[in-house]
């Protein structure tokens, strides 16, 4: 394993629950949510200046719209958003129960459709679903129906070379890959890619596989949440280079910037202790670090998809 990066502030948002970094290659600008903020942001690192605007219920999730602007789940569904004037019309609404469920992670496929996991706020149980948006309409990709359902959906991604799409568990400590057909948007059968340690009492302890994003080579870069880095995984799910993070609720990272060589990683406060944001006072800051000649994810990252109405 080469040794780890670090990863630098880039703006000290304070977020409660950063997350869904998101670059946009016209506006050369980051969006990213806030979730319990309620709030979608847009940050222009040429300036290093934030603006938020307030989403009606928390938004677990954007993607970028063909038709301009972005797409946004939102616990009570997905809705258009414009930052001309902020959340739009309503798209479709949440296809369960919200007093105890939320739209989590998600992204677009290689065809625009958009893809969100929800996740079960009682963690009690693997009652939480993949969705799918596709024509304005939602379907269940894959769930607890069919005996793949998770605590809380995060960490998709798309490995379009390979055939494969990523999903984690976060509070089981796991990370799931699946076979993926992107023409009928179909998969086959789930396989564990990885698992961290799960005893958080031990001096050691990682975190647990938050968000995720995928490099060109095919590395699977992941969010340990409450370790403060996130971690590239060979597509044979072996441990290869670390950015570490000053901020130990990292939560996603994707590749942005002119040559998408430069990470953007969102974090959070939320649940943390006095204790702990003494000594990270951060939390919640978008932080960021280039990939240069001879680290990992040298080869940088590619453009997300857009959501095709």
Not at 54 to 79: M, N, V, W
Not at 137 to 165: C, H, I, Y
């Amino acid at each position: 394993m080469k040794p780890p990066l670090k990863a630098e502030l880039v703006f000290d948002g304070r977020a409660q629950l950063g997350e869904c970094p998101l670059w946009h290659p016209q506006e050369h600008v980051l969006y990213w949510v806030d979730i319990s903020g309620k709030t979608i942001n847009r940050f222009d690192p040429a300036l290093r200046t934030n603006q938020a605007w307030p989403a009606p219920t928390e938004p677990g999730c954007i993607a970028l719209r063909k038709a301009g602007g972005l797409i946004a789940a939102c616990r009570d569904g997905f809705y258009a958003f414009d930052t001309s004037i902020g959340i739009g019309q309503k798209i479709a609404d949440a296809p369960y129960d919200m007093t105890n469920m939320r739209f989590n992670d998600g992204k677009c496929d290689a065809l625009g459709r958009f893809w969100a996991g929800a996740m079960f706020e009682p963690r009690t149980e693997a009652a939480a679903a993949m969705f799918v948006l596709a024509k304005g309409k939602v379907q269940t990709a894959w769930g607890p129906e069919s005996g793949l359902g998770v605590k809380v959906s995060n960490g998709l991604a798309f490995d379009n070379v390979r055939g494969l799409v990523y999903q984690s568990d976060t509070p089981n400590h796991i990370v799931y890959r699946f076979p993926f057909d992107t023409i009928s948007g179909s998969v086959g059968e789930r396989q564990i890619f990885f698992t961290c340690d799960a005893d958080k009492t031990k001096p050691g302890y990682a975190g647990r596989p938050d968000g995720a994003t995928i490099d060109l080579d095919g590395n699977y870069w992941s969010a340990h949440y409450e370790g403060g880095r996130v971690v590239c995984y060979s597509p044979d799910g072996v441990m290869r280079q670390a950015v570490m993070v000053a901020a130990k609720r990292t939560t996603m990272a994707t590749f942005g910037g002119a040559d998408y060589k430069t990470m953007y990683i969102t974090t959070a406060r939320e649940g943390a202790s006095a204790d702990e944001l003494a000594m990270y006072p951060h939390s919640g800051g978008l932080f960021a670090v280039h990939f240069g000649l001879g680290d990992t994810g040298a080869a940088g990252g590619k453009a997300e998809p857009f959501y095709v109405d």
